[in-house]
């Protein structure tokens, strides 16, 4: 077999970017105590400020590591998936600005930039090695970008947080108060310290912690982010075992994968062992809920990598995604506009496509808040999304059927169960989203 997928690489000139088969060599050692730690974090709503969502509530495998959702409902929510819904209680102020993104091979060292626009990124030239919106000795004692990406849902009030007043987490960052005795960070790890089985599992994966030092909100971070690379580590799909030299691809893939790697362009962004170069790049997708804007600002607009860098050229870009098991992480595009991969395709890079687009997005109810279509019913604004883009090749349906082939091939049911799965309990005792 490994003949055979040799041959088949070097007979045609359009595979020359098919990457080699991934090794462990991409990964870096983890501690399986630290992993099982952020296994039960992970899916333990205590570290909301109501105690009420979880990292897994937007993140779910049953949901491809996602939520199913065009734009997610965190605090004030309930459910789970496509059933999440508003309550009476507590009513969010905001839809989640963007898509809820997968989380497949994210411990891979090659993923330095995280978040739809790249906002936490590896900086080896800051003291602390990560840039952030953030000051440098806020992202200090992470291990890693993964890491460091857990400090931002939990001090977003739509997210994690909580509404003004609601909790001592969510009246602490309405103050401004996120390190330091006092802060966010600080009290979501005292909460979780307080738990005698948390205290413990600490204490036997941290000399430090074992010899007196308190639990830290990196701790738990780090602990999160071990998890993360060990349960959606995601290389043994049919694609990777035919890189391996395994079985063939069917027919279709094959010629999918031809068009992908060759004249139909794909590769040229989704490239890598990993399918993505992780850049920046505008499409012309489609923008819709409440987009990416300050409390004191009115507009709807998500501009992407801009809102990072400032550099025009960077309007309404977004990050190249990984495509591992892209066909069931749905709805596709950074706002969930499309609810078929297919529709996708078919529009992607398509700036006149905007003009057509028919407005197919998972949304549950969310009334009296910012309106979910301004940028598509301003004609400026949809102007502006598609001038910045630029324009890519067309697909054919023809094309878009085999292309899809291949990328199904990318699917890795292994990592898609995930491999300690959801546990039965978490320490706190609170509900688990199962």
């Not at 809102?307 to 977004?318: I, M």
């Amino acid at each position: 077999m490994r003949a055979l997928a040799t041959l088949l690489l070097a007979a045609s000139p359009a595979l020359a970017e098919v990457p080699a088969p991934v090794t462990d060599a991409e990964y870096g050692t983890l501690n399986m105590g630290e992993v099982r730690l952020g296994q039960l974090l992970f899916y333990d709503a205590i570290l909301s400020g109501n105690r009420n969502i979880s990292c897994a509530t937007c993140h779910h495998p049953r949901f491809g590591t996602s939520d199913g959702l065009s734009l997610g409902l965190g605090e004030g929510a309930s459910g789970l998936g496509p059933d999440r819904h508003i309550t009476a209680e507590n009513t969010p102020e905001l839809r989640i600005p963007r898509n809820s993104p997968g989380l497949f091979n994210l411990g891979a060292a090659e993923f330095t930039r995280l978040f739809h626009d790249g906002r936490i990124e590896a900086d080896l030239a800051r003291p602390s090695g990560i840039r952030t919106p953030m000051d440098d000795e806020m992202v200090t004692g992470f291990a890693s970008v993964l890491a460091a990406q857990t400090m931002f849902p939990v001090l977003s009030s739509d997210e994690m947080a909580g509404h003004y007043n609601e909790n001592d987490v969510s009246r602490a960052v309405r103050s401004g108060r996120i390190t330091g005795p006092g802060g966010a960070w600080d009290i979501i790890a005292a909460r979780v310290a307080a738990i005698p089985e948390y205290a413990a599992s600490f204490g036997s994966v941290s000399a430090e912690i074992a010899a007196g030092r308190a639990v830290a909100f990196t701790d738990i971070s780090n602990a999160i982010a071990a998890f993360v690379a060990y349960e959606w580590r995601s290389d043994s799909s049919p694609f990777d075992a035919f890189l391996r030299g395994g079985a063939p691809l069917p027919p279709d893939a094959q010629i999918g994968m031809g068009l992908f790697y060759g004249e139909a362009g794909c590769a040229a962004c989704h490239n890598g062992p990993f399918l993505t170069d992780h850049g920046f790049h505008a499409t012309a997708e489609a923008q819709l809920g409440p987009g990416k804007a300050e409390r004191f600002e009115s507009h709807s607009r998500d501009e992407g990598r801009f809102r990072v860098t400032g550099q025009a050229a960077d309007l309404y870009a977004f990050r190249t995604p990984s495509l591992r098991n892209v066909t069931v992480t749905g709805p596709w595009g950074h706002a969930g506009a499309h609810l078929t991969l297919a529709g996708f395709l078919a529009s992607h890079g398509q700036p006149a496509a905007l003009a057509n687009y028919d407005r197919a997005a998972l949304l549950p109810d969310l009334p009296d808040t910012k309106p979910d279509w301004a940028i598509l019913d301003s004609a400026s604004e949809s102007a502006a999304v598609a001038a910045a883009a630029t324009t890519l090749r067309p697909l054919s349906q023809d094309e878009i059927v085999s292309i899809l082939a291949f990328l199904d091939s990318l699917t890795d049911q292994t990592a898609l169960a995930g491999r300690l799965g959801v546990p039965a309990t978490v320490p706190s005792g609170l509900p688990v989203d199962h």
